[in-house]
Antibody, heavy 116, light 113 residues
Framework: EVHLVESGGGLIQPGESLRLSCTASGFTFSNYWMHWVRQAPGKGLVWVSLINPDGTITSYADSVKGRFTISRNNAKNTLYLQMNSLRAEDTAVYYC?????????WGQGALVTVSS | DIVMTQSPDSLAVSLGERATINCKSSQSVLYSSNNKNYLTWYKQKPGQPPKLLIYWASTRESGVPDRFSGSGSGTDFTLTINSLQAEDVAVYYCLQYYETPYTFGQGTEVEIK
């Protein structure tokens, strides 16, 4: 059974940094593209970033480009999202998702709150 | 960026009746080389992550009840829920994965009338 478990969320002040992790199990992690999708409280879903299976291709939403970095460690079955220069508008639940051709499985999400 | 627009924003349907949700993309998400529409539908209940219902615009995910169906091609798509059940109360989202940035519709909230 596919499992995606996010960790690393929390309360952080504007301008600071945070790294999210997503530990995968139940499938061959190194074969799949992975994504981060976020959802601000009471709002809709917003795609954030993707990475290809070997980590050589990444893409970002304009709203996080230059501040967020996606990466992966296939030996550890783990996806990361390094978030720098955080802003209040980055407050959201961050979901780790998997895609073959399309996004299928989602983790339960990690809440990131950016506030002073 | 491809803009995805869902309609309506919310709808109330009686139990056992049909719910229809539309999703329109600002440009085609049909890939000509394989004739596939790069569009998925998700269902999200409060406090839960989204769940995949439909991929390639019309293929139902394994385990999804057959009262859920997807249709459409190019820029206009529809999610239909036949014979609405109480457990179908949720927010439904379309997503285009034709190109990055991937983009979601704003969501359609389905409730019981």
């Amino acid at each position: 059974e596919v499992h995606l478990v996010e960790s690393g969320g929390g309360l952080i002040q504007p301008g600071e940094s945070l790294r999210l992790s997503c530990t995968a199990s139940g499938f061959t992690f190194s074969n799949y593209w992975m994504h981060w999708v976020r959802q601000a409280p009471g709002k809709g879903l917003v795609w954030v970033s993707l990475i290809n299976p070997d980590g050589t291709i990444t893409s970002y939403a304009d709203s996080v480009k230059g501040r967020f970095t996606i990466s992966r460690n296939n030996a550890k079955n783990t996806l990361y999202l390094q978030m720098n220069s955080l802003r209040a508008e980055d407050t959201a639940v961050y979901y780790c998702t998997r895609s073959g051709a399309y996004v299928d499985y989602w983790g339960q999400g990690a809440l990131v709150t950016v506030s002073s | 960026d491809i803009v995805m627009t869902q309609s309506p924003d919310s709808l109330a349907v009686s139990l056992g009746e049909r719910a229809t949700i539309n999703c329109k993309s600002s440009q085609s998400v049909l890939y000509s080389s394989n004739n596939k529409n790069y569009l998925t539908w998700y269902k999200q209940k409060p406090g839960q992550p989204p769940k995949l219902l439909i991929y390639w615009a019309s293929t139902r995910e394994s385990g999804v009840p057959d009262r859920f169906s997807g249709s459409g091609s190019g820029t206009d798509f529809t999610l239909t829920i036949n014979s609405l059940q109480a457990e179908d109360v949720a927010v439904y989202y379309c997503l285009q994965y034709y190109e990055t940035p991937y983009t979601f519709g704003q969501g359609t909230e389905v409730e019981i009338k």
